[in-house]
Each structure stands twice: as C-alpha cells, then as structure tokens.
C-alpha cells in the first residue's frame, strides 16, 4: 500500500506513484542519483547514475510481475518455492528470515525461497528526505522497515527488523545485491571487496560450475575444478556459460565492502556496512547457464550478496552449521526486540577501480 502520492522535500525529491518496468514503485532522487523501489516485494531496483543513465543492478529478461499476482499455475516463473519471488525479483533483494530455500515443511506453509520479505507488500511514505518503506511479514513473524537517504552519489540505508514472536530466533538476512547488463560485461567487470577466508559451495552449483566443490582458499583465487589452476574472482569470468558459488568471510578488523568497475561506462558502484552486522559475503555467478523457466539460458548476472550466512541453504543446516572460519553462521533476533542495521550504496564516475570505498562519502 502507498501511504501518500508524492513529494519533494528539501535537497531530495520523492516520488511514490512511480513505475518502474510496469511494476508499481517509488523513488527518491537528487542531482546525481536515482533510487527506486518496488512496492511489492520491496527491492532496490535501480540506483541510476544520472550523468550516464546506468543502473548497475539487475533487471532480469524476463517480464515481471507483482508477487501478489503469482500462482502455482503460472508456467513462465517454474515451480519450485523460488518461482514467486523470480516473478518479481528485480536488483537488491532483502533475504529474511531465511537465505536459500525453505524446509519442505515451510514450503507447505507457504514460505518462499530467502523468506516472505521479498514477496511482501510495503507501505512507502516520505519522511523529511527520507524514503521510509515498511512490512509485516505474516510468516516470518517480524516487522522490517527500511530507511533510505540521499548524500551525493551515496544511498544510505537503515534497516530494522522486529521480532513479534515471544522466542528468541535464529535468522538469516542477508542483502542480496546482483549486478546485471550493461554494467556487467563478461572478462571486462572488474571486483574488490574486503574479503579474507573463503569457501566454494559445497556441491555442484549448476551445470556450468567451473570451480571446486568445497574447496577452501584465501580471496581472490578460487581453485578450478579438477584443482589444476585458480581463478582470480576480481574479474568476471570471459566464457561461453559458467555458474559458482563462494562464500567470504569479511575482514572483521575493517569496514567491509565490495566495489565493482565498469571499464564501458567509466563507473565505480558498491557497498560498504559493518562486518559486525554482516559477516559474510557470498558471490553467485550466472551466465547463460540455467536452461529452465524462467532463465531460459539468457541471464548474465552477478550476486555480491553481504548477510549473516555464507550460504544460501534451510534453516535447520544453517544452525546445525554453526560457525564456519571461526564465524557465526546465523543471527539472533532476540523475542518482541528490534534490531538495526546501516550500510550504503555509492555509484560514481572512475577512470578505474577503486581498491577499497574507504574515501568515499
């Protein structure tokens, strides 16, 4: 639901009758950025640099649609517990209170791959020269709310989730960023992040995984399959299909980031939070590797996905998980309490790739 139809506040305007891609949506923008997002399922699908008219996150190709709009009888989005959140997914996703796929049993209870905050319905308001966005999550028992802020290039963000169960849980939550077209360019993209001890996934990741299950190495170099060579994950592989999986502990001594080049567009885009907050980040390759509906094998995408767990997997293997490197692999939501995040997303011009976001506002 849209609390108000729009307006513009001090050095930000507001707009929250939006569209975007013909899905309903607002947006807060200034002089040099552009944020908008979805009404439903509450995604961040565009941080639009206005002096090149690039937005750096993802649009799938294929048609989107409201999450309230989906049923199991649509054929065009698969069938498996993930197949209502691809028909809205759109770049920055919320994972919560789940990363990966749910039990079977919460899957007949309805629960939707990384949880209900990507399928909900938002209230969006303004607030000063804020963008406020909010909703209840009826299966995960929790409120979030997000807050979003413009400085400069610089979205800055406040997240909170409130526990309305009267136990305390363990949860994942994870802020699933993917990159897409024309940003994303294969063998021309470049990475860095503030990323030490890493793991490849665990079993095969799709029919095109380049890399060695569960091998465990230090960033940037992942082993190849077969184990014969290493990969370096700064630059975005320059082959016909691939799929992969890795997971990265963040350097827990510094402020975690991950910022990505794009030599076409001269542009730097990326993140910076607390490794306090969120330890993990895992990056997930897709490139014209899955054949299925509704990948159709014509997606190029690049997950850096930053959260509380290095993978993506049920509920009850991440808690029986642990730790991995040392490193919790779940977080508490502690009963009838709120907790908060802050991280921010920054898009600049750059003439190459910053090693790391420390000077940026």
Not at 109 to 132: F, K, P, Q, R, T
Not at 301 to 313: I, K, V, Y
Not at 320 to 347: K, Q
Request: hydrophobic share 45%; proline share 7%; with cysteine.
């Amino acid at each position: 639901m849209i609390t108000e139809r729009g307006e513009a506040t001090g050095s930000a305007a507001i707009a929250l009758d939006a569209r975007y891609h013909d899905r309903r949506a607002a947006r807060i923008e200034n002089d040099a950025v552009r944020v908008t997002v979805l009404c439903e399922g509450g995604h961040i699908a565009e941080i639009l640099d206005k002096a090149t008219g690039v937005n750096p996150l993802w649009t799938p190709p294929w048609a989107s649609i409201e999450p309230s709009s989906w049923n199991a009888a649509y054929p065009d989005f698969g069938s498996g517990s993930d197949a209502r959140l691809l028909a809205g997914i759109m770049g920055h996703n919320l994972c919560l209170d789940i990363f990966g796929g749910p039990s079977d049993e919460e899957a007949a209870a309805g629960m939707s791959a990384h949880g209900d905050a990507s399928v909900a319905a938002y209230e969006i308001a303004a607030d000063g020269d804020a963008l406020v966005m909010r909703a209840r999550l009826p299966l995960a028992q929790a409120i979030v709310e997000r807050r979003i802020a413009l400085d400069g290039p610089t979205a800055r963000v406040r997240e909170t989730i409130t526990n309305l169960a009267a136990i305390d849980r363990p949860i994942g939550w994870t802020e699933h960023v993917t990159l897409g077209p024309p940003f994303l360019r294969k063998g021309a993209t470049e990475f860095r992040a503030s990323a030490t001890r890493s793991r490849v996934f665990e079993s095969a990741f799709g029919a095109h995984d380049y890399l060695q299950a569960g091998a465990d190495f230090e960033w940037p170099f992942a082993p190849a399959r077969g184990g014969r060579h290493t990969i370096d994950l700064r630059r975005l592989a320059d082959v016909p299909a691939s799929s992969a999986y890795t997971a990265h502990r963040m350097d827990p001594d510094r402020q975690a980031f991950f910022v990505a080049f794009s030599p076409d567009t001269k542009l730097a885009f990326g993140y910076a939070w607390s490794a306090a907050d969120f330890p993990w980040m895992g990056i997930w390759e897709e490139n014209l590797s899955r054949t299925h509906a509704p990948w159709n094998g014509r997606t190029l995408a690049r997950g850096m996905e930053f959260g509380a767990s290095p993978f993506p997997e049920p509920r009850r293997r991440m808690v029986d998980r642990g730790r991995m490197f040392d490193t919790p692999t779940y977080r508490w939501l502690p009963a009838l309490s709120t907790i908060a995040v802050e991280y921010r997303a920054v898009v600049r011009a750059a003439d190459a790739i910053p090693e790391s976001l420390d000077p940026w506002s």
